[in-house]
């Protein structure tokens, strides 16, 4: 009679197994990538990408960041907390004061002749700017215009600017346009 080798029992392996698989999956850390969520602006042809517009000086805020990730707006040192409601002056420009960018007359949808901003915001940021602070800067500029449209919204409409229709968001639109313009970074700033 030829003896019997025992057997490992593996009826609790499969057990094992999951417990493990439910524990690594408990306890990984995902990580968020973080990005801006930006619509890309029409392809323009050649020629008319060679039409250097000429824009006053007072129609544009200079935003900076160097590489310590200190930043500067408007050539004086600023904390990030700030940028926004300077952002919003800058666009807004309420008293159409002399320092602030220039407004036109234009006729819009909803609510007839208004005065619109000609204002740029122009980013520039140094090549060892941190990501973080990039898109805390980047944040605060788009955040700026989308409290000033959710302003308006709110006092013309009664409601806010993403529960209204496409039209009515294109007239807000085109009293605050969304123009910032992202400088290549350099290296020194």
């Known amino acids: 009679m030829a003896k019997k080798i025992p057997e490992i029992p593996a009826a609790s392996l499969a057990d094992i ?3 493990l698989l439910i524990f690594f999956l408990v ?4 990580d968020v990538d973080s990005g801006l969520r930006r619509k890309l602006p029409q392809w323009a042809p050649d020629q008319e990408q060679n039409d250097d517009q000429q824009i006053n000086e007072r129609n544009v805020f200079v935003v900076l960041v160097n590489k310590n990730n200190d930043l500067l707006v408007e050539g004086d040192y600023e904390q ?3 940028l926004r409601e300077r952002a919003k002056e800058f666009m807004a420009n309420p008293y159409n004061a002399e320092n602030l960018p220039e407004k036109e007359p234009m006729e819009i949808p909803y609510f007839g002749e208004q005065m619109v901003t000609k204002g740029v915001i122009s980013l ?3 090549l060892d700017t941190q990501y973080g602070t990039y898109l805390a800067v980047q944040n605060e500029l ?3 215009i989308n409290e000033l449209r959710d302003e308006l919204a709110k006092q013309k409409f009664g409601k806010a600017y993403v529960d209204l229709d496409g039209d009515q968001q294109d007239a807000i639109k085109k009293i605050y346009p969304s123009r910032i313009s992202e400088a290549e970074p350099k290296g020194k700033i």
């Open 80 to 82: 990030i907390e700030n």
């Open 124 to 126: 520039r940021n140094d």
């Open 142 to 144: 788009v955040a700026a």
């Open 17 to 19: 197994a999951f417990m």
């Open 27 to 30: 306890t990984t850390t995902m």
